[in-house]
């Protein structure tokens, strides 16, 4: 992740997302929950892109984790 001398100040926790648009090269927005679980921030984020996406007419298949 490159956070060279500092990555004992850090940690890398679930929660985020990275946008992407096609045609468009490296990443153009993120997506971030915090305050819950790291699996429950990352399930937001999850659940709000499909529905955004949904919404827009975009095809999403969805993976569910089994408990």
Known sequence: FGL?????SYAIHGG???VRVQGV???V?????SG???EQDHGI???AVG???E???VEVGEKKKED
Request: hydrophobic share 55%.
């Open 55 to 57: 919404e827009m007419g």
């Open 51 to 53: 529905e955004m996406l």
């Open 25 to 27: 090269a490296g990443t």
């Open 16 to 18: 985020g997302w990275p």
């Open 4 to 8: 060279g001398d500092g990555a004992g």
């Open 36 to 38: 819950l679980k790291q």
């Open 45 to 47: 984020i999850v659940l």
């Open 29 to 33: 927005a993120v997506v971030v929950v």
